[in-house]
């Protein structure tokens, strides 16, 4: 619904809107007549960021986010005062030095700034395009230059509106775009711009190169100076490399215990081979027991000589072999064992038979191994021990080197990491002497500048319609916008949401001047003008029957008109009312109680004597005759009203106590319907006294009125009223915004 009301509301005023629209592009149609053509020249350049085909000096990879920030680094730097400064001194020198400059000035311009010399300024702005520096504002010398270049059109912010510089697209090129007045201009503007960015870019990069170095060789000798510091604390420590000596210890424990299996899987062989010896000597038959007892001593005797012999030699090799007391003692111990050897062999062979010889010598061989065993066994023994002991030794041995270790793993540790941070700072040092020393350069002009020949095609057409389409919008959306800052109660709708107050009835706005409200409601056809008006008409009479019927419908006779506020229509309403209602062959008595404002009686000619009647209380008849010889007729017989004098007073105190308003019930006899008119509430008590002498009350507020703060104050009294008030009528509504809901 509130869409419909602006959608009417914007088609009411639609002659507006369009006026004001075609007057804006007629005016900008008139602006654009003398609009110069423009000439657009364009060059590209590559820059390699994106792509790996150039001689790069690093390894590193392409990074698309990088590149975006050095895309932007560069257009950046294109557009910057400086690269800019030394494309207005290009410029002005052509302008200064060709005999086809761009521009001309004329003898007005050159007027406007101080005179200055034209070799002397020619000199100035080559020394600055040479040594790339600013003109200062802050020395008036070079503020007159600025000024100079300002006239030509080569000042910063003029060149900046005319020049473009931006990526292409998604693509390794930057574009340059300029557009101006000359073709010439724009070609020499891409053409020259480019090759003063890369005077300027590469100054600026050289310096920070430089800097970069510095900054780069100091860290460098601070890493050097660490690494020194750690190589220095392991030369204290007289650190060999403890790593290798426990990985040969370690190699040594693993060898050992090789030859420790081996040892223990011989000692084990020699002792099955001694179990199986004493048991064949035990199963040798025929021999006597005293006689192998003895051969069992004789036999001992032999493995302890051996045993002896053997410890002996063992330790003449340990003793290097040279010792000749050990020697000796071999040699002797070796004596007495072959003796007792051959001693046995004797004996054995004299006990036997010649039958018996056989086994003796068989018994001789078993125990002659048997004895060379038991000597092997404990001599297995004994490297077995000497080999348990070395890798315990060993393992030893590195149990305590394990905490050394872990202090000297420490230093490595740190000695190494310092070593890499070092060849680290040198690689990036070397890295920035190589590219400082480098000539490499990615960026390359593969597109050139050219003199358009047809100029841009003329955007007047679009601006034309640009500024209507602007201006229509524009003059739409203020209209909208005033409609939602008017708060007043123009609609039954905005009425309902504002004012809670019951709506009996809606009364359409009509222009009253030089009409005859009489005439309108009778309907007679001299009054109407055309359809719109005969429209207005039938809508404002059938209001009024609208609001006939509810009072007619209520059960009341005596009624008071109030309004919150001044101008909302009251006087008018209860005149075109009374008429409407004599229409219904209804008797009307109009009394104008309105003191403070006696529009009533002026408008109807009443006579005021409302103050001066002192009614008779004892007889009702003589009492209506009173008030009929009173009251003027101004409607046929059907319509009376009773004027009042008015003055700054409230009823109360200038009616008299037993006053004509007491006694409206007693004139229903002959008036079907009293109207009483009361003050605005906002401004005087007026129609509070006056609610006691009536039966109902009838709020009036117009549609062109805000509802206020004190207007909710006073619209309390009508909710206070319970039985009494009948009901709000909306008048002096617009046609158009109720055919809007």
Not at 194 to 223: A, C, G, H, W
Not at 419 to 446: C, G, H, M, P, W
Not at 606 to 627: C, G, H, R, S, Y
Not at 684 to 713: M, P, T
Request: aromatic share 8%; charged share 25%.
């Amino acid at each position: 619904m509130d869409f419909l009301y602006l959608l009417r509301l914007l088609l009411k005023r639609k002659w507006w809107i369009l006026t004001v629209a075609v007057a804006a592009a007629a005016i900008a149609w008139v602006l654009t007549m003398n609009q110069p053509k423009k000439y657009r020249s364009i060059a590209q350049i590559s820059t390699g960021f994106t792509v790996n085909e150039e001689i790069r000096m690093s390894n590193e990879n392409v990074d698309i986010f990088a590149a975006d920030t050095k895309f932007n680094n560069v257009i950046v730097t294109f557009m910057s005062p400086a690269v800019i400064s030394l494309l207005s001194y290009s410029l002005i020198l052509h302008d200064m030095e060709s005999p086809t400059p761009f521009h001309r000035l004329t003898t007005k311009q050159l007027q406007s700034i101080p005179k200055l010399d034209w070799q002397q300024t020619v000199g100035i702005f080559q020394n600055k395009l040479e040594t790339m520096s600013v003109l200062s504002s802050f020395k008036p010398e070079e503020k007159n230059l600025l000024e100079f270049l300002a006239l030509y059109g080569y000042d910063y912010k003029t060149l900046t509106e005319v020049l473009a510089v931006y990526r292409f697209q998604r693509t390794d090129y930057i574009q340059i775009d300029c557009t101006t007045e000359n073709p010439e201009l724009s070609a020499f503007i891409v053409n020259t711009v480019f090759p003063q960015f890369l005077r300027y870019y590469k100054n600026v990069r050289s310096s920070k190169t430089e800097e970069s170095i510095d900054t780069l060789q100091s860290l460098m000798d601070k890493k050097k100076q660490d690494l020194d510091a750690k190589n220095g604390q392991l030369k204290k420590e007289g650190i060999i490399d403890v790593g290798e000596e426990n990985t040969a210890k370690l190699e040594e424990i693993m060898s050992l215990e090789t030859s420790l299996t081996s040892a223990n899987a011989q000692q084990t062989q020699r002792t099955y081979e001694l179990q199986k010896i004493n048991q064949k000597l035990g199963n040798l038959p025929g021999a006597p027991i005293t006689t192998a007892h003895k051969a069992d001593n004789t036999n001992n005797e032999l493995l302890i000589l051996k045993g002896n012999m053997n410890e002996a030699y063992n330790a003449y090799v340990k003793g290097g072999s040279s010792d000749p007391a050990l020697l000796r003692k071999y040699n002797n111990l070796k004596t007495a064992y072959t003796n007792k050897f051959d001693s046995l062999q004797s004996a054995i062979s004299s006990t036997g038979a010649t039958g018996a010889g056989i086994e003796g010598e068989s018994k001789a061989s078993l125990l002659d191994k048997k004895g060379d065993l038991e000597v092997d066994i404990r001599a297995g023994t004994d490297n077995i021990n000497r080999l348990q002991n070395q890798i315990g030794g060993l393992k030893g041995s590195l149990i305590l080197d394990a905490s050394k270790g872990a202090v000297i793993q420490s230093l490595l540790k740190d000695a190494e990491q310092a070593n890499k941070e070092y060849l680290a700072a040198k690689q990036k040092y070397n890295d920035a002497i190589d590219i400082a020393t480098s000539s490499v350069n990615n960026f390359r002009e593969i597109l050139s500048g050219q003199p358009a020949i047809e100029p841009e095609p003329s955007k007047r057409m679009l601006i034309v319609g640009m500024a209507g389409a602007s201006v229509f919008v524009i003059t739409i959306l203020i209209f909208i916008l005033l409609t939602y800052l008017d708060s007043s109660i123009k609609t039954p709708v905005i009425f309902s949401k504002m004012v809670n107050l019951r709506l009996i009835s809606m009364i359409n706005f009509m222009d009253l001047k030089r009409r005859d409200l009489a005439e309108i409601i009778i309907a007679r056809g001299d009054t109407i003008v055309d359809a719109e008006d005969n429209k207005r008409h039938n809508r404002f009479r059938e209001a009024l029957r609208k609001l006939r019927f509810e009072i007619e419908n209520s059960g009341k006779k005596t009624f008071l008109f109030a309004s919150t506020k001044k101008g909302e229509g009251k006087t008018t309403l209860i005149q075109a009312l009374s008429f409407a209602m004599s229409m219904s062959k209804k008797k009307i008595l109009i009394i104008d109680t309105n003191f403070c404002n006696n529009d009533l009686t002026v408008q109807l000619n009443a006579d005021p004597i409302l103050e001066k009647i002192f009614p008779d209380q004892t007889n009702t008849a003589t009492l209506v005759e009173q008030v009929k010889a009173a009251a003027k007729n101004i409607g046929g017989g059907t319509v009376f009203a009773i004027g009042s004098e008015g003055g700054d007073y409230t009823p109360s105190e200038i009616l008299p106590r037993n006053n004509l308003l007491h006694h409206l019930s007693k004139l229903t006899v002959e008036y079907d319907y009293i109207f009483l008119e009361g003050p605005p509430l906002n401004d005087f008590s007026d129609s509070k006294e006056l609610v006691q002498y009536v039966d109902g009350v009838i709020a009036i507020f117009s549609a062109k009125h805000i509802i206020k703060q004190i207007d909710r104050q006073s619209m309390t009294f009508f909710h206070e009223l319970n039985g009494k008030f009948c009901g709000a009528v909306l008048n002096m509504v617009d046609l158009e915004d109720v055919n809007a809901i």
